[in-house]
T-cell receptor
Framework: SQKIEQNSEALNIQEGKTATLTCNYT??????LQWYRQDPGRGPVFLLL?????KEKRKERLKVTFDTTLKQSLFHITASQPADSATYLC????????????FGAGTRLAVHP | GAVVSQHPSRVICKSGTSVKIECRSL??????MFWYRQFPKQSLMLMAT?????????EQGVEKDKFLINHASLTLSTLTVTSAHPEDSSFYIC???????????FGPGTRLLVL
């Protein structure tokens, strides 16, 4: 069956450390993968997109890797801050004409001062 | 840029009534809009995809007669939950994408509570 798995347990880290979140998928061949941030009671906010032929993408303190052999994406936040506390969702674009997104359940990140 | 709004942000209604939720792209033309539903601590589940001027495409298991979608213009899509029941209570989120764009931009969501 097709699955997208993200750590269901919350990730607690100390301010200033690097947070690493994992997204694994099975039985999909995504054209690309996206990461979103979602705060409680709000819609997701787009962070980064990485294509299947890209290994790594960076944006300010964020870094995403995409390994299509392992079927895994890692999302890193360096020098984390309490304001980074949120739920982070990975989403696969599974093709078709409408850029259909399939979301993981998300991992909640808590950055403590 | 790429701002999507939803209205209302929160609605409480009685069982059996219909509720309309609006989704607007404020600063771009949305060729395609998507409607999602999210239950607590769960992922966003795609309900349907709509293109301006054509009928929506519903995901498997989503009743098209219950969740009516109208994408009347390039900046507005509406979702009407007909004859709402308590099990329809959820967080409804829309997103929009422009022509040839790769990224969906999401609205802030609408919390629906059916009593």
């Amino acid at each position: 069956s097709q699955k997208i798995e993200q750590n269901s347990e919350a990730l607690n880290i100390q301010e200033g450390k690097t947070a690493t979140l994992t997204c694994n998928y099975t039985n999909y061949s995504p054209a690309y993968l996206q990461w979103y941030r979602q705060d409680p009671g709000r819609g997701p906010v787009f962070l980064l997109l990485i294509r299947e032929n890209e290994k790594e993408k960076r944006k300010e303190r964020l870094k995403v890797t995409f390994d299509t052999t392992l079927k895994q994406s890692l999302f890193h936040i360096t020098a984390s801050q309490p304001a980074d506390s949120a739920t982070y969702l990975c989403a696969l674009v599974v093709g078709g004409g409408y850029n259909k997104l399939i979301f993981g359940a998300g991992t909640r990140l808590a950055v403590h001062p | 840029g790429a701002v999507v709004s939803q209205h209302p942000s929160r609605v409480i209604c009685k069982s059996g009534t219909s509720v309309k939720i609006e989704c607007r792209s404020l600063d771009f033309q949305a060729t395609t809009m998507f409607w999602y539903r999210q239950f607590p601590k769960q992922s966003l589940m795609l309900m349907a995809t709509s293109n301006e001027g054509s009928k929506a495409t519903y995901e498997q298991g989503v009743e098209k007669d219950k969740f009516l979608i109208n994408h009347a213009s390039l900046t507005l899509s509406t979702l009407t939950v007909t004859s709402a029941h308590p099990e329809d209570s959820s967080f409804y989120i829309c997103s929009a994408i422009g022509q040839a764009a790769e990224t969906q931009y999401f609205g802030p969501g609408t919390r629906l509570l059916v009593l």
